[in-house]
């Protein structure tokens, strides 16, 4: 398995650009979530997902889009990026109560 | 209003000797409690589950406690080691429909040599 998977790693946007963060993973989780963290500081929940076609907000989800049209995929959409979203982005998933799996981050750059 | 906190931001400890670090919560019920690790620039990983109904769980040098009635958990890192640097999240699993992990911000823990 190769757990949960990210692309791209490295991105650097300027401002108003969009874009879409890639997320997968092969486990069969039904439990997805989008997280941001920003330097030194703890992970805030952007948007989660709990199967496919169901998706929900998270503390942090304004200027952030989401679906979930497959078990797999969780893609992340950034519309007219602005500098407040340069962060770490990291993907997870889970299968119900038990532990979540990280991906690896996409480090997002806005200037 | 509901609230999780990792008590220290940092904790300096000297190698060999045992790491304790606490996570507290307010206004949850949490069925489960978990501990992972996160090193610099990677997502964090995994360590350890407590159910409610457990008071302690081992696995190798790690162990945590969960005390319901004190709403806290410890986890400790004995004979630890400079590769325990790390930073550990707690993070609580409340079992409620399809609720997402509360997470702690964590704590940074430095082993020295």
């Known amino acids: 398995n190769a757990g949960v998977t990210q692309t791209p790693k490295f991105r650097i946007l300027k401002i108003g650009q969009s874009m879409t963060l890639q997320c997968a993973q092969d486990?069969?989780?039904?439990?997805m979530y989008w997280y941001r963290q920003d330097p030194g500081m703890g992970l805030k929940l952007i948007y989660y997902?709990?199967?496919?076609?169901?998706?929900d907000k998270g503390e942090v989800p304004n200027g952030y889009n989401v679906s979930r049209s497959t078990t797999e995929d969780f893609p992340l959409r950034l519309e007219l990026a602005a500098p407040s979203q340069t962060s770490v982005y990291f993907c997870?998933?889970?299968?119900?109560?038990?532990?979540?799996?990280f991906g690896p981050g996409t480090r997002l750059t806005v200037t | 209003s509901q609230k999780i906190e990792q008590n220290s931001e940092a904790l300096n400890i000297q190698e060999g000797k045992t790491a304790t670090l606490t996570c507290n919560y307010t206004n949850y019920s949490p069925a489960y409690l978990q501990w992972y690790r996160q090193d610099p620039g990677r997502g964090p990983v995994f360590l350890l589950l407590?159910?409610?109904?457990?008071k302690e769980k081992r696995k190798e040098r790690l162990k945590v406690t969960f005390d319901t009635t004190l709403k806290q958990s410890l986890f400790h890192i004995t004979a630890s080691q400079p590769a325990d640097s790390a930073t550990y999240l707690c993070a609580l699993d409340l079992f409620s429909g399809n609720t997402p992990l509360v997470f702690g911000k964590g704590t940074r823990l430095s082993v020295i040599a």
């Open positions: 997902s709990v199967g496919a076609g169901i998706t």
């Open positions: 486990m069969n989780h039904n439990y």
């Open positions: 407590i159910r409610e109904n457990e």
């Open positions: 997870a998933s889970r299968l119900d109560s038990y532990e979540q799996y």
